[in-house]
Nanobody, 121 residues
Framework: EVQFAESGGAVVQTGGSLRLSCAAS????????IGWFRQAPGKEREGVAC???????YYANSIMGRFTISRDSAKSTVYLQMNSLKPEDTAVYYC???????????????WGQGTQVTVSS
């Protein structure tokens, strides 16, 4: 089973930028989909973006145009570049492996420990 380690979270001011990293123990299988999710205090975990091994990307409406997901297959790492950050982006950010048929939280597994992003106003 693949394992993930997220990093890059920090405290930033509104309008700032961060790049999160999701290092996978391995991404050697042919086809994969990795997703970034976030969970704010008192709220349910929600999808942010996902990327396929072929480079297709998908984004939640709330972050469209501000966040960019990318991959470096040679490093088995997926990134989330976050620009124009807002206080409502404050959350713990997780990455996970797509195992189901849909794209809900329940369709992903092998969750990492998460990385905290705090956007101050």
């Amino acid at each position: 089973e693949v394992q993930f380690a997220e990093s890059g979270g920090a405290v930033v001011q509104t309008g700032g930028s961060l790049r999160l990293s999701c290092a996978a123990s391995e991404l050697t299988f042919k086809d994969w989909v990795i997703g970034w999710f976030r969970q704010a205090p008192g709220k349910e975990r929600e999808g942010v973006a996902c990327i396929t091994s072929g480079g297709m990307t998908y984004y939640a409406n709330s972050i469209m145009g501000r966040f960019t997901i990318s991959r470096d297959s040679a490093k088995s790492t997926v990134y989330l570049q976050m620009n124009s950050l807002k206080p409502e982006d404050t959350a713990v950010y997780y990455c996970a492996d797509h195992i189901g048929f849909g794209y809900t939280v329940a369709d992903f597994a092998s969750w990492g420990q998460g990385t905290q992003v705090t956007v101050s106003s």
